[in-house]
C-alpha cells in the first residue's frame, strides 16, 4: 500500500510518501519559520499563503524523491484538522484535486493522531498503549486499548506545553519557536531557578502550564525591577524540570493504570532533550518499553500523517471526497469505526 500524504495544519508545507504505514520513501518539509519568526509566532493568513506558493512543488519533490509515478500510488491522505483552517483548507484542496485527477481514494487523516503514529515509523506498536503527546497547541495523555482507537485521559487545562516553552522563551529574550533555547540554556546552567510544580487533583491526568509560565514572568520582572540582569539560564533549568517533572510522572502513572504495553512520546516537545533524558531513565527503571521518535518525526512532517491514514484506511476505507477541513476534529470521534 502505498500513501501519498499531505500535512498544512500549520505553518510546515510536509509531503511524503509511505509503504504500508512505516516505511517511509520521501518526507520533503518546506518550514515557514523564518517567515513567521519576524512577527513573534505564525500568523495565520501568512500561513495559507506560503502554503498555496510551495504545495506544487513539494508534491513533485515527494514524489521524485520516492521514485513514484501517481499511478502507482494506492491513496491520497491530508491533514483534515484540527489547524489553522485557512492553513488546513490548501492541503485538503490539493489532496481532493489530486485524489479526483488520479483516480484514488482519499483518506482524512487528524493531526494528532498523526504525531502518535509516528511512532510506529519506529517501531511496531504493542496494544494497549499509552502516548503522551506533547506539541505546540496539544498536551494530552492517550490510551489505546486497540489499533487506532483514542481515548484522551488526561489533557492541559489551559496552556499546551510548546505554547508554555514559547511564551518562556520569549520573555527571556529568544526568538519563536522558542523551545529548542529554553531547552539549550536548561542545560547550560548551574543551578535551577525554583519554580513550583503543578500536580492538580492527587487522581487527575490534567495538566496545567500557565501558573508556571506566571512564575517565571514574575521572576523575570522583579529582576528587572531591581535593576539586576535575569537569571536566564536558571530560569530556563527551573521551568524545564518543573515541565518535565510533572509529564514524566503522570505518563509513568498513566502507563501503570491502563497496564499500557507501551509508552510513546509524540508532538514538537519531545525533541526536548531534557524531556527525553528523563523519560529514558525513568523507563529504564521501571521496566517500561519507551519509544520516541526522531525528532524530523516529532515535530510537524507528512510522514507521520501517512502512518495514521494507512491504520484509518485498513480499518474504515477511504472518506468521502465531500470531506471538509476540520480547525475543531475530535481525536476521539476520529477512531477507527470498525470495532
Ligand atoms: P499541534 O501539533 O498541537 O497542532 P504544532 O504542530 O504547532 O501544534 P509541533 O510542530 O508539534 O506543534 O511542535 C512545535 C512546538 O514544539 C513549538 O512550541 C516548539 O517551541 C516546541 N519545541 C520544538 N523543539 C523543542 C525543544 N527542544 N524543547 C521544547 N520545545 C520544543
Ligand atoms: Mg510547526
Ligand atoms: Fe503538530
Redo the contacts with the bound molecule.
Keep these: 500500500v502505498l500513501i501519498l500524504a499531505i500535512e498544512t ?4 508545507t510536509s509531503v511524503a510518501v509511505i509503504k504500508d504505514g512505516s516505511e517511509v520513501l520521501s518526507n520533503i518539509i518546506s518550514s515557514q519559520i523564518e517567515t513567521h519568526r519576524a512577527f513573534g509566532g ?1 500568523v495565520p493568513e501568512v500561513a495559507s499563503r506560503k502554503h498555496v506558493e510551495v504545495i506544487t512543488l513539494v508534491i513533485e519533490e515527494a514524489l521524485a524523491a520516492a521514485g513514484v509515478e501517481p499511478q502507482q500510488l494506492t491513496a491520497v491522505a491530508v491533514t483534515q484538522g ?2 489553522l483552517v485557512g492553513a488546513l483548507l490548501v492541503g485538503v484542496v490539493a489532496a481532493k484535486s489530486l485524489a479526483l485527477a488520479w483516480g484514488k481514494p482519499l483518506i482524512g487523516t487528524h ?2 493522531a498523526g ?1 502518535i503514529y509516528a511512532n510506529r515509523l519506529v517501531k511496531e506498536l504493542q496494544y494497549p498503549c499509552m502516548t503522551l ?6 498536551t494530552e495523555l492517550v490510551n489505546m486499548e486497540r489499533e487506532g482507537e483514542f481515548r484522551i485521559i488526561g489533557r492541559t487545562r489551559d496552556d ?4 508554555a ?2 511564551k518562556v ?1 520569549r520573555a527571556l529574550g529568544f526568538p ?5 533555547h ?2 539549550r540554556l536548561a542545560r547550560e546552567a548551574e543551578e535551577a531557578v525554583p519554580l513550583p510544580r503543578v500536580w492538580l487533583e492527587p487522581d487527575s491526568y490534567d495538566f496545567s502550564f500557565s501558573g508556571l509560565k506566571s512564575a517565571v514572568l514574575n521572576v523575570v520582572n522583579q529582576s528587572k525591577m531591581k535593576g539586576l540582569t535575569p537569571d536566564v539560564a536558571g530560569i530556563a533549568r527551573g521551568f524545564q524540570e518543573s515541565v518535565v517533572e510533572v509529564l514524566v510522572e503522570k505518563a509513568v502513572r498513566a502507563v501503570k493504570a491502563c497496564e499500557a504495553k507501551q509508552l510513546l512520546l509524540c ?3 519531545a ?5 527525553r533524558e528523563a523519560l529514558i531513565a525513568r523507563c529504564d527503571r521501571e521496566k517500561i518499553e519507551l519509544i520516541i521518535p526522531p ?1 524530523v518525526y ?3 512532517n507528512a510522514a507521520m500523517i501517512g502512518a495514521a491514514a494507512y491504520v484509518k484506511w485498513v480499518h474504515d476505507g477511504d472518506t468521502p471526497l465531500d470531506m471538509v477541513a476540520d480547525p475543531g476534529l475530535s481525536l476521539e470521534k476520529w477512531s477507527v469505526a470498525a470495532y
Design positions: 495544519s500549520c505553518d510546515e505564525v484540527p489547524g493531526h494528532i504525531h503527546v506533547v506539541s505546540g497547541g496539544h499546551a506545553v510548546g505554547e516553552y514559547d522563551a519563536y519557536p522558542g523551545g529548542p529554553v531547552d508532538g514538537g516537545v525533541a526536548n532533550k531534557g524531556l525528532p516529532c515535530t510537524d
